[in-house]
């Protein structure tokens, strides 16, 4: 199967207004942001060695980074092109992830749950309560989905869990938040999403108390949500 990807932006730019920048170790299958073509590709360790020295020296940078951003941790989404926990990752290339992470204690890194998170095999020996620095996601883009991505949540021990509702292709309906750190939502940049459903899971978060992140409104298209008190971006309480 053939995929054109541009490698050059795998760790400098990110994708999304809720993480400082992308990391991507390694390109695994999806129709993901940057690609075209989707399934397997193969690993790209080059790649993986420049992108981990590049995480190292934004880790030597943790000061400049905090004295610019009012003290917060820079955060680092790894990724849209590989997903940590997936249980189909080779272990040699998520035993090298897991070391960088370990390696880079002043990041808070944040990953994507991929199907069922507690298996073993998918989190570190050493993983226990959770890493100090690593945050814990889970994606959704309708009703169905949403409950599969909070059931992942609750099954997994981390510092903090937070769930991605973005594409939105559906209303959401009722949530469980409970156990949920942080929640971010917004829509495709092409698609015409119906106010609604983003309020109502922005308001949904708001009266259980957890934090919510509008993802870019004003790009989404979304008719009115760019302007306060609409585009809400809030940080998680650590």
């Not at 073509?37 to 080059?46: H, M, N, R, V």
């Not at 004295?67 to 849209?80: E, I, M, T, W």
């Not at 009115?224 to 971006?233: D, I, R």
Request: glycine share 8%.
């Amino acid at each position: 199967m053939h995929i054109e990807c541009n490698l050059q932006m795998a760790a400098t730019r990110p994708f999304m207004s809720w993480a400082d920048r992308t990391f991507n170790p390694w390109l695994s299958w999806s129709r993901s942001l940057g690609c075209v073509g989707g399934e397997t590709s193969g690993l790209y360790p080059d790649a993986e060695i420049g992108d981990a020295r590049m995480a190292k020296s934004w880790n030597a940078n943790a000061q400049a980074f905090a004295l610019k951003h009012d003290g917060r941790r820079q955060r680092v989404f790894a990724g849209p092109w590989c997903h940590a926990l997936a249980a189909n990752v080779d272990e040699a290339q998520r035993a090298r992830f897991w070391s960088l992470v370990r390696a880079t204690p002043a990041l808070d890194w944040l990953v994507l749950a991929s199907g069922d998170v507690g298996r073993p095999a998918t989190l570190p020996a050493d993983w226990g309560y959770g890493y100090h620095n690593v945050w814990v996601g889970a994606k959704a883009t309708g009703p169905e989905s949403a409950r599969f991505a909070l059931a992942q949540l609750k099954g997994v021990a981390a510092r903090l869990r937070f769930l991605v509702a973005t594409p939105m292709r559906n209303d959401f309906g009722d949530l469980d938040l409970s156990g949920v750190d942080w929640v971010i939502v917004g829509a495709d940049t092409s698609d015409l999403v119906p106010a609604d459903w983003v309020m109502s899971v922005k308001l949904q978060a708001m009266c259980d108390g957890v934090p919510v992140w509008m993802e870019s409104p004003h790009s989404a298209r979304l008719g009115g949500l760019e302007s306060a008190p609409y585009a809400v971006q809030e940080h998680p309480r650590l």
